[in-house]
């Protein structure tokens, strides 16, 4: 149904490590964005989700889906795959679960040095490393098998270009939404708008 799906291999991973004990953010691996980066609010039906898009390490990443916030591509967009201990993904469905055309696509920045921890916010893509369009995840725990490894099929990893940073709890009550078959949640979980943020 989704071709934005994150590997079969990804998947296995994730099973394997359903019952891992949830970790924080690290700092160390995801340092503070400069002031100048962008910060957007994220409104969903479950609450807001505040965002600092990291434009010094994915500034290719963050200006695509930038094209998408300012042309009002997310608005009543849904949360389509929800993983309880992995990630929940959005940006590319609409209500009645029919794909929008996603024209931008970006060339893969997985190798930024940022990784895929709790909290963060990635690049979502099809087997092509550079696919990634208007869909992203945000991660629910540390999904190291997710980062960048190598030029390569295998290791080009899932690039990362921000972290919520308010809203957390919004996040978790997503992951918590009952699913049914291919992890589409039975409750409908919208995006109601993205907004940028002035300082």
């Given at each position: 149904m989704n071709k934005y799906i994150?590997?079969?291999?990804?998947?296995?991973?994730?099973?394997?490590g359903a019952l891992a004990e949830k970790t924080k953010i690290s700092v160390e691996k995801n340092p503070e964005p400069k002031k100048e980066n962008i910060m957007i609010l994220m409104k969903t039906s479950k609450g807001d989700i505040?965002?600092?898009?990291n434009k010094e390490k994915a500034p290719k990443t963050v200006a695509n889906f930038m094209k998408y916030v300012e042309s009002g591509h997310y608005t009543?967009?849904?949360?389509?795959?929800?993983?309880?201990?992995?990630?929940?993904q959005g940006g590319g469905f609409d209500k009645n679960m029919k794909q929008k055309k996603a024209p931008y696509t970006v060339e893969n920045e997985a190798d930024n040095g940022l990784t895929n921890d709790l909290g963060t916010l990635a690049m979502a893509r099809t087997s092509d490393p550079h696919s990634g369009g208007a869909q992203f995840f945000i991660n629910v725990k540390d999904n190291d098998f997710l980062n960048?490894?190598?030029k390569n099929s295998q290791g080009w990893g899932y690039c990362v270009f921000g972290k919520v940073v308010d809203g957390m709890d919004v996040v978790k009550a997503i992951e918590k939404v009952p699913t049914g078959a291919q992890d589409v949640p039975k409750e409908t979980v919208m995006i109601t708008e993205i907004v940028v943020l002035e300082d």
């Open positions: 994150i590997t079969f291999m990804a998947t296995l991973a994730l099973m394997s505040k965002i600092e898009l009543e967009t849904i949360f389509h795959r929800v993983i309880g201990n992995f990630m929940i960048h490894t190598g």
